[in-house]
């Protein structure tokens, strides 16, 4: 059992404020195993809490730094409800590593948007799913007034969490004003990260592509279909043009949450799954949300080469739907000469439907059910001599994995190189969403399994041990919502795939969705 840390400025009253909240947590634990409900998608329980966590196994001690994960965790206003899990307020989590020993606490990023809606106790900005409520018919040409210049868009930076080559953290959605900046070690919300370019644009990417001296994202142009690669350098908060990609298909481009990135190019998805400017005037949601499912429109990967902006390929291919990609690399002949860029990605059998299956009535009330969209490692090849078309395979067999995958993490010395191992979230039929944590072996073509029955595993983290040779050496990091209303951090071997270490929360957290690593030695 490890020791108690000395307690930082504060604790003390955080910790009675916790301990006040022990019978209220035990009543809630209780009705949430009669309501057959998770805390995976119940709001949290207190805006913020710390504290050193007991363990069960032992925590190796060359793990020494701090993860950060970032998600929606509150999924209420008052006694209004949301209806999806893309709409929750954002949550982070800190879990802090040293000398075999973890404090833990979490803290809501106030964001505009959450700092509005706890002043008025209403919702004030679009959310995913959700929009305001207008008070009449001129309130309503107002806010589309609002929506259209952007004013009313959130800036619920409750998606992504990366940490720049210059040492700032910033948390990411897919609206550009939802990038805000945050202190690592004590969670407050210093402000928004303020790009200082001029180029303008509502939204990007929520994943950038980031590097120690760069980062790397893309602009979808919703006037004239296509999208915007721009570049900034660490240090920095201006973004510079790289180039753009006209959309093939359209009339819109499509939804790109993520993107691949190789040594030498930046690779532009254009899947059918495309914004909708007619979705998202609507007050309430279609199934596809602020998108429209548009098959006959094509589906597409584009290539373009970091050093020029040209556009060296554009390929089409096999429809597809995907929130992550994985990976990507160049594949060359024995001369050395790049022949196709390979891209892998977690891809969801061109099946749309898997947006609204994440609705929170879906998640609370389908457990048990095997609702779950088939999903697959998708690989892409892309050809770099001029052909027309492109392929999409299964990288492995998906009954590997319980035909489900997505939430991945790769050991970061092998992004946009040749990679063999992929952690991700898995599946154990029958489910609604994904319930277990997979070791994916893509040389091979195998997978490891971890499962807690009855209990929801968040992305699992790959944290490499200092000096290692081996891709898999190291450590993967998550966090567990369990079936009995308890939550804990999960450490589990990177080879192996066993588990080496768990820390109980004092309550279950909500389910949150990506992270970063910050070693100790960049801390402060």
């Not at 919300?189 to 950038?208: E, N, Q």
């Not at 946009?416 to 997979?438: D, H, I, K």
């Not at 209990?455 to 944290?463: A, M, N, R, T």
């Not at 080496?500 to 070693?519: E, M, Q, S, V």
Request: hydrophobic content about 35%.
């Amino acid at each position: 059992m490890a020791s108690r840390t000395k307690p930082k400025k504060g604790y003390s009253a955080v910790r009675a404020a916790t301990d006040k909240l022990s019978k209220a947590v035990t009543v809630e634990k209780t009705e949430l195993r009669k309501a057959g409900k998770l805390a995976a998608w119940t709001s949290i329980r207190q805006e913020r809490w710390e504290g050193e966590l007991q363990l069960q196994g032992e925590i190796p001690l060359w793990l020494n730094g701090t993860y950060l994960r970032n998600g929606p965790g509150l999924w209420h206003i008052a006694d209004y409800y949301f209806r999806h899990l893309f709409d929750g307020y954002a949550t982070l989590v800190r879990l802090h590593f040293h000398d075999g020993r973890l404090v833990a606490s979490h803290r809501q990023i106030e964001s505009e948007a959450y700092k509005s809606a706890k002043k008025h106790n209403r919702l004030c900005y679009r959310e995913f799913s959700e929009a305001p409520k207008p008070d009449g018919f001129f309130s309503y040409v107002g806010e589309l007034a609002q929506l259209f210049s952007g004013a009313s868009l959130t800036d619920n930076a409750n998606t992504g969490i990366v940490r720049l080559g210059d040492g700032r953290v910033v948390c990411l959605t897919e609206t550009v004003k939802g990038s805000i900046q945050i202190d690592p070690e004590t969670l407050g919300t210093i402000g928004r990260f303020v790009y200082t370019d001029g180029l303008g644009g509502l939204i990007h990417s929520a994943h950038p592509m980031v590097t120690e001296t760069e980062l790397v994202t893309l602009l979808p142009d919703l006037v004239r279909a296509g999208y915007t690669v721009v570049r900034m350098e660490a240090g920095t908060n201006e973004r510079r043009v790289v180039g753009r990609v006209e959309c093939r298909g359209g009339p819109a481009p499509g939804w790109v949450h993520s993107f691949p990135m190789t040594e030498h190019y930046v690779v532009v998805p254009e899947m059918p799954l495309r914004y909708s400017a007619e979705n998202l005037l609507r007050a309430e949601p279609t199934p596809f949300y602020k998108f429209e499912w548009r098959p006959e429109s094509g589906s597409y990967m584009h290539v373009m080469c970091k050093a020029s902006g040209r556009v060296v390929a554009s390929v089409e291919v096999p429809p597809y739907v995907t929130f992550h990609f994985i990976n990507a690399y160049e594949a060359v002949d024995d001369d050395g000469r790049i022949t196709a860029i390979i891209a892998d990605c977690c891809e969801h059998n061109a099946n749309a439907s898997i947006l609204d299956k994440l609705r929170l009535g879906n998640l609370q009330s389908l457990a048990g059910q095997d609702v779950l969209p088939n999903a697959r490692v998708g690989r892409f090849r892309i050809p770099l001599d001029g052909r027309s078309a492109g392929t999409l395979e299964s990288a492995l067999d998906p009954e590997e994995h319980g035909r489900g995958i997505d939430m991945c993490s790769i050991n970061p010395a092998y992004q946009s190189r040749p990679y063999r191992y992929a952690y991700a979230c898995g599946a154990q039929r029958p489910c609604n969403f994904p319930n277990t944590l997979t070791k994916i072996d893509l040389l091979k073509r195998k997978a490891k399994n971890w499962r807690d029955k009855g209990s929801i595993p968040s992305e699992p983290f790959f944290v490499a041990r200092p000096g290692a040779t081996e891709e898999d050496d190291g450590v993967v990091i998550s966090m567990v919502s369990g079936q009995d209303g308890e939550g804990y951090a999960l450490i589990l071997d990177g080879s192996s795939f066993e588990e080496i270490a768990r820390a109980k929360f004092p309550y279950a957290l909500p389910y949150g969705l990506h992270g970063c690593w910050i070693p100790e030695a960049a801390i402060g």
